[in-house]
């Protein structure tokens, strides 16, 4: 199996044409997703910790570990 080989001037003006053809998101855009990535982090944190309470007391209960 040949390998083709390329300069690195040569690949590295091909990254450059490939970077150029890429839709980079705004600001606003980005700051939204940051933000929605978060809010959605801090539900599954709460729903997870809930949820994580919850069982524990129902093990503790059905165990009759509790007092």
């Known amino acids: 199996m040949a390998s083709k080989t ?7 003006q091909q990254v450059r044409a490939e970077t150029a053809k890429v839709t980079w998101p705004s600001r606003r855009e980005t700051m939204i997703s940051t933000v929605m990535v978060l ?3 801090l539900v599954a944190m709460i729903f997870f910790f809930t ?3 919850a ?3 129902a093990i503790e209960w059905i165990l009759g570990l509790g007092h």
């Open 6 to 12: 390329t300069n690195p001037f040569t690949f590295l």
């Open 39 to 41: 809010v959605f982090a």
């Open 51 to 53: 949820a994580d309470i």
């Open 55 to 57: 069982m524990g007391y």
